[in-house]
């Protein structure tokens, strides 16, 4: 099964830059860089983007981390979809960013690590299982206080775009997700503290941000 969403993405990635263009260059630019300056990120600071895809917020977070120990890992399990990121990377000379091949159910990293870890656009197509154990990983490897910023669309008003989406959450995720698409807090007060929804200044996106309350040595702190 996760063999079979791999390869799906592997495809997918030789047409997802160009399908995000023709659909809303201005507008995507825009919500990622909304999701960036939101994030509370700075220079200095270790920034993990989960599902990266090919590397677009990863990016902008490079420019936003820039100074003195600043990096940004962008994680994704798609070998297509980070093979446009490198080439992406390169393009732009972005050497703080690095690219890590991995499934967000278990993060090659180890705990309190990062200062901010961001997703967008992908929470909704993981499988129930894997937003959980994704979730938990989150948790683990964020320092605490560390902060999760993930964006998603706000459930569509226009009855055939509204159906087109839920047909995405049914067939990339499960029909739990449902649950989760409109009722995301619950589920992410779970695992962090501080939840808060903030929607995009077009209010067709929304972003959701939380802070990790952790009991941790205080020479694990930066
Ligand atoms: C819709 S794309 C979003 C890409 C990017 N974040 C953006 O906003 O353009 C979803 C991404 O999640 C990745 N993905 C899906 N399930 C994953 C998993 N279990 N572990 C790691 N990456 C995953 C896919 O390979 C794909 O690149």
Redo the contacts with the bound molecule.
Sequence with gaps: M?RL??FY?DV??NF?DLI?DLHASDR?AAL?RFLVDSSGMKPGDQVL??????G??ALMAGVAVEGPGGQVVA????HG?LKKARRKRVAKGRENVHLVQ????RMPFADNRFDCVT????MY???ET?RKK?LAEINRVLKNNGSFVM?EHEIPEKPLVRFLYYVRLTTMGSRKNRGFATDERTELRSYFSDVVKIPSPTGRSKLLSATTKKAVAPNLQK
Excluded at 102 to 105: E, K, L, M, N, Y
């Design positions: 996760g969403r791999r993405y997918f990635s997802y995000i995507s990622r983007d989960i599902c990266t895809g090919t677009s917020v994680l994704d399990f798609s979809m991995a499934d967000v159910s997703c967008s656009h992908a197509e993981l499988t894997s994704g964006m």
